[in-house]
Structure formats: C-alpha cells, structure tokens
C-alpha cells in the first residue's frame, strides 16, 4: 500500500470519530431544565515513507507507515433552565474543578425555579 493511501485511509477513519454525536452528548433531563453535555476532541495523524538502494546490489527498497489518534474530553455543560440558556465551562486549563462544585446548589435552586414556573404556567395553559 503506497504511503498516500495509508493516510487517506486512516484520515477516513478518524473522520468517523469526528462527527457531532462524539462533541454533543445526549440532553438530559434534570427536572425541568436540560443539560447537554459538550466534549473538546483532538484529531492527529501523520505519515511517512522512503525509498532507498543497495549500492552493493542495486536492490530497491521501500517503507511507509501512518499513524493517528483522537482525543475526546469533556469540555463544558449547556444548561437550559426556564428558557435561559447558559454554559458552564469543565476543567479548563488553570480552572479549578471545585468552581463547578460551588455551582450546584445554584443550579438546583434554579432547577427547582424553573420546575415551579412550567407548572404554573402549564396549569394556567389548561384553564
């Protein structure tokens, strides 16, 4: 296989990793609000190959190889919460895992809030 193929083929593979599913995870309910889950994915891969001769013997030969990764973390969260959209940012370099910790009696007040304001307003729908 020449060396041009093998990096098309691999480009191909990682191309199936790199798809909207792998970077926004599935909503989840929580109450009333929704929660997306968001990822940061790196892609790389690279390739190589050479040819050479024996001068004793004039014999040719040649050799190549390709390579790749991907590289998916979680990256942030999207909470939608009495039609209020907002991003709340996981593990960024120099941030502090524990500032997510702070945010969730917050987002359970909210989530509460909001589960409160649907039901009013559904209610008040049926009348």
């Known amino acids: 296989m020449k060396i041009s193929e093998m990096i098309e ?9 790199a798809s909207t599913d792998a970077i926004f ?5 929580l109450k009333e609000s929704t929660i997306v889950p968001v990822c940061k994915m790196s892609v790389g891969y690279g390739g ?4 050479g001769r024996d001068e004793e013997d004039s014999s040719v030969g040649s050799g190549g190889g390709a390579g790749g990764g ?19 940012a996981i593990g960024e370099k120099g941030s502090k895992f ?4 702070e945010l969730i009696p917050e987002a359970v007040e909210k989530i ?3 589960a409160k304001g649907r039901k009013k307003k559904e209610k008040e729908e049926e009348e």
Do not use: N, R, T
Not at 9 to 17: H, I, Q, R, T
Not at 48 to 51: A, F, K, R, S, T
Not at 72 to 87: C, Q, R
Not at 98 to 101: E, K
């Open 25 to 29: 995870g599935e909503p989840m309910q």
């Open 9 to 17: 083929s691999l480009a191909e593979d990682l191309k199936s990793y």
């Open 98 to 101: 524990d500032s997510i910790i």
């Open 48 to 51: 190589g190959g050479g040819e």
């Open 112 to 114: 509460a809030e909001s």
């Open 70 to 88: 991907v590289k998916i973390e979680p990256a942030a969260l999207i909470v939608e919460s009495k039609g209020d959209v907002s991003v709340v």
